[in-house]
């Protein structure tokens, strides 16, 4: 079957560094999204890994090892609007996203 | 770029009625939609699919009957949830994909903000 793991919640300190783990299984894989949803509004486009490593953009990084099935998202200079729950959403072979209940991440002053 | 709307941002009706929620892509053309159902703290689960011109996709458990879509320009998909009860209350979000390419990744979906029903 598909499967996602993402830890159910996280908290960290404003302006730390925090990284959000995620593990998938799926039948097939055409890259891995990662997107932000605030309680009560709908998810925004953060990032897309298709290759192997990081792709850094702005104080997001998100990374991606195929092999072992994991990716990770990496949160610099936490801000309190970050706050929110991180989606990992992995496509498989008919560029379906695979949906998780995502990680909610607590920032603390 | 990559805006998707949608109308209206919450709806409360009363049981047995008709409830019609448009999802519109402003800033580029959506060959295919997407149409979600989220209850509180649980995932985003998938209802259907929605391409131009033709029929929605339904994924398994989703009753096409009850759940009406219509994709009828390349900007616009409409969810018609048909003689709603109670436990149709969730929050119903659309996405779209922008198959233009260029600065957008041609997979990325982007979302609409939300419909909030609440069926009493």
């Known amino acids: 079957g598909q499967n996602i793991d993402q830890p159910t919640e996280m908290t960290a300190t404003e302006g730390a560094i925090v990284q959000i783990n995620c593990t998938y299984q799926t039948s097939g894989f055409n890259g891995l999204f990662w997107y932000q949803q605030h309680a009560g509004e709908a998810p925004t486009f953060l990032s897309y890994?298709?290759l192997d490593g990081l792709e850094e953009k702005g104080r997001f990084s998100s990374f991606l090892s195929r092999s072992k099935g994991y990716s990770y998202l990496l949160l610099k200079e936490l801000q309190m609007k970050d706050s929110a729950s991180y989606l990992c959403?992995?496509?498989?072979?008919?560029?379906?996203?695979?949906w998780g209940a995502g990680t909610k991440l607590i920032i603390k002053p | 770029g990559a805006v998707v709307s949608q109308h209206p941002s919450w709806v409360i009706c009363k049981s047995g009625t008709s409830v019609k929620i448009e999802c519109r892509s402003l800033?580029?053309?959506?060959?295919?939609m997407f149409w979600y159902r989220q209850f509180p703290k649980q995932s985003l689960m998938l209802m259907a699919t929605?391409?131009?011109?033709?029929?929605?996709?339904?994924e398994q458990g989703v009753e096409k009957d009850k759940f009406l879509i219509n994709h009828a320009s390349l900007t616009l998909s409409t969810l018609t949830v048909t003689s709603a009860h109670p436990e149709d209350s969730s929050f119903y979000i659309c996405?779209?994909?922008?198959?233009?390419?260029?600065?957008?990744?041609?997979?990325?979906?982007?979302f609409g903000p939300g419909t909030r029903l609440t069926v009493l």
């Open positions: 996405s779209a994909k922008d198959l233009a390419g260029g600065r957008l990744f041609t997979d990325t979906q982007y």
């Open positions: 890994n298709v």
């Open positions: 959403a992995p496509m498989d072979s008919n560029y379906q996203l695979i």
């Open positions: 800033d580029f053309q959506a060959t295919t």
């Open positions: 929605s391409n131009e011109g033709s029929k929605a996709t339904y």
